[in-house]
């Protein structure tokens, strides 16, 4: 049985348009990360500031000697040498921005997989996965544009920009207030269309996560998805997503194509308006043809650094809104974060596995109960609607109409929050050190939910759960969890080779260990069958390999770390008859001295446990042998009655 897709709701909805905003405080610290760096681009940005501001004055030396019929001596080529100078600086400020820039990328993603990977598992049973890649990969990069799209140049432009104010102010006051008065104009301007920029560009990567999402939903079902016909209308629920991406692209294009316009405006208006009104005041004797040139340099190195201002603008907000999305992951808890108000950990000799080696009883379940929390479907942007397929995904809407009578009862079921109801109801169980229990009992019982509980994935609403004595909450979850071997289900398979997939848990193992363990679990023709060995592929979940071979490495990954309490969770339902036998063959070897617990719907492979835990309805309500539970326990002989075992 496999766990129900429900789980703890994070404290903010999944949908995009309610993911936390960010603020320029919250980006400072990836910034600060590389102070030393960018401190050297400011001192350089400085330097090429000073170089740009005395070219003006050089260039009105020039116009006054000619004008003057002097010589120019070496101004020309000190000119020159600034010229060079401040394109050579700034070509290397801009590699240094460039490469800083992937550094934060790289210590954003660092810090955000570091996160994802240590949340709670309930976490993983709400996200996406799409969603959460497309956080790693598409909004760690808008970070880079921070630094590479003007924030750093324009703290070097605003050293340029009040330069040339002074020196316009000295040259001629009127001007420049006439230049101010323009420039102040499209300022605002752009301050106000800056917040729009914000929260579109935060909702714009919600929706790539939303597709990414819907993609890697549909590649990863391929198989099934052809099988039932149902390709093209996946292909729509893809492309609704991807309508809504570029939707949300387009706006925040429009807003930003705005602020491009602007600068421009501003800057020809100026120009236009320090010509006419310079030309008249030099035919007036107010000021010098050389005093009006110069000037007109100072003004386009004013608003040079004023295009680089609103570039940078734009581009920090565009990469706030995405960094709302990667700190309200890194806001989450991770899962030893929820222990923090947990009693002081045991203090037992040898740890958790001093206490299953000391202890006379391996595993303790007493009055367990545990409801898996409720689900809080993602809402569209619009939350004041009482329609509840208004509140879902574009891609859920899609499935719906396509699901016809299925897709309507869904539809009339909907809503923002569903109660889940109590998996396990007063559990409790005893398995002793050494020794082999199976979980039986009809689909939704609750026994793999046991095993979970068991691995700490979920904690229990109440009741406790000891391991070797010890309540399991008071043992550090690495601790625990390096005492206990778990096989899913489903059998998990990583991309990688045969190796990879070995040394997950059992990382100093050699490979001639790795080598015997496949032949325990007659994996040997595998290593034979591309001439790689161990480095042979496996391919994406383990897709070059069958059912059967997936779930024996799955349990070869498993014996191969020989943990002293073994989970197996259907371990042997996609195995033949034969493989089936060797299978238990090799479980029998390794389970000396070791407590094994084993889910199967096959009775024949555990009637010689030596304890059997009969489920229903999340209840024990029989425990014993299988001769005993015949006698005594009405629904384990009605499974073995079908089954053929009585």
């Not at 602007?262 to 004797?285: D, E, K, N, P, W």
């Not at 398995?431 to 019982?445: E, F, I, K, Q, Y």
């Amino acid at each position: 049985m496999s766990s129900p897709r429900m789980g703890r709701r994070s404290p903010t909805p999944e949908n995009s348009s309610t993911a936390p905003k960010a603020s320029f405080g919250q980006l400072m610290p990836y910034l600060l990360e590389h102070k030393k760096v960018l401190s050297f681009v400011i001192v350089l940005s400085v330097i090429g500031a000073a170089a740009s501001l005395a070219q003006p004055l050089l260039v009105g030396q020039v116009i006054n000697r000619v004008s003057a019929g002097e010589l120019m001596g070496n101004l020309v080529w000190l000119l020159i040498g600034l010229v060079v100078a401040t394109a050579l600086i700034n070509g290397f400020q801009h590699y240094l921005l460039q490469r800083t820039g992937e550094g934060v990328v790289l210590s954003s993603r660092r810090r955000l997989v570091g996160r994802i990977l240590r949340l709670p598992i309930s976490e993983f049973d709400t996200r996406r996965t799409g969603d959460l890649v497309s956080r790693v990969g598409s909004d760690t990069t808008l970070l880079r544009a921070v630094l590479t799209q003007g924030l750093v140049e324009a703290i070097g432009g605003s050293l340029t920009f009040v330069g040339a104010i002074i020196a316009m102010a000295i040259i001629d006051p009127v001007l420049l207030g006439l230049t101010v008065l323009v420039v102040f104009s499209a300022i605002t301007i752009v301050t106000l269309l800056s917040r729009r920029i914000r929260v579109a560009s935060r909702k714009a990567q919600a929706k790539v996560g939303e597709l990414a999402a819907s993609v890697e939903r549909a590649i990863s079902a391929v198989r099934t998805v052809r099988a039932a016909n149902a390709t093209d209308r996946e292909i729509k629920v893809v492309e609704e997503e991807a309508e809504g991406a570029w939707r949300m692209g387009i706006k925040v294009a429009k807003i930003s194509a705005l602020v491009v316009p602007v600068a421009g405006i501003a800057m020809q208006v100026a120009f236009l308006t320090v010509l006419g009104v310079g030309g008249y005041r030099v035919a007036s004797g107010a000021i010098t043809v050389a005093n009006l040139v110069t000037f007109i340099l100072f003004l386009f190195m004013m608003i040079m650094p004023l295009g680089q201002a609103f570039g940078a603008i734009t581009s920090v907000n565009s990469a706030l809104g995405a960094l709302g999305r990667i700190q309200e992951i890194i806001a989450l808890p991770s899962e030893g974060e929820f222990d923090r108000d947990l009693a002081p950990l045991a203090v037992v000799d040898g740890g958790a596995r001093g206490a299953v080696k000391n202890s006379p009883v391996a595993v303790e379940f007493l009055d367990v109960r545990f409801s898996y929390p409720k689900l809080v479907l993602p809402v569209e942007e619009d939350e004041s609607t009482t329609d509840p397929t208004a509140r879902m995904s574009r891609a859920e809407k899609a499935r719906i109409k396509a699901g016809g009578a299925a897709g309507e009862a869904l539809a009339e079921e909907a809503k923002p929050e569903i109660d889940a109801p109590e998996i396990l109801k007063g559990v409790s169980f005893s398995v002793a050190h050494g020794t082999r229990a199976a979980l039986v009992g009809p689909s939704g019982a609750g026994k793999s939910t046991i095993l979970g509980l068991i691995e700490r994935f979920y904690d229990p609403g109440s009741g406790e759960i000891r391991l070797g004595g010890v309540d399991i909450k008071a043992l550090p979850r690495e601790d625990l969890r390096a005492q206990i071997g778990y096989v899913e289900q489903d059998a998990p398979v990583l991309a990688g080779s045969l190796r990879d997939n070995l040394l997950l848990g059992s990382p100093d193992a050699t490979d001639e260990q790795c080598i015997a363990v496949l032949a325990d679990v007659n994996l040997s023709t595998v290593l034979e069958r591309s001439g790689l060995g161990l480095d042979a592929p496996v391919g994406e979940e383990g897709v070059m390999l069958s059912g059967g071979e997936r779930q024996r490495l799955a349990i070869a990954r498993a014996l191969l770390a020989a943990p002293p309490v073994l989970l197996l969770d259907e371990s042997t339902s996609s195995l033949d008859g034969a493989n089936e036998q060797l299978m238990r063959e090799a479980i029998d070897r390794v389970a000396q001295d070791r407590t094994l617990i084993i889910i199967a719907h096959r009775l024949s492979t555990v009637v010689d446990s030596d304890q059997i835990i009969v489920l229903e309805n999340g209840a024990v309500v029989g425990t014993g042998t299988h001769s005993d539970l015949v006698k005594t326990t009405p629904l384990y002989k009605e499974l073995a009655k079908h089954q053929l075992l009585v």
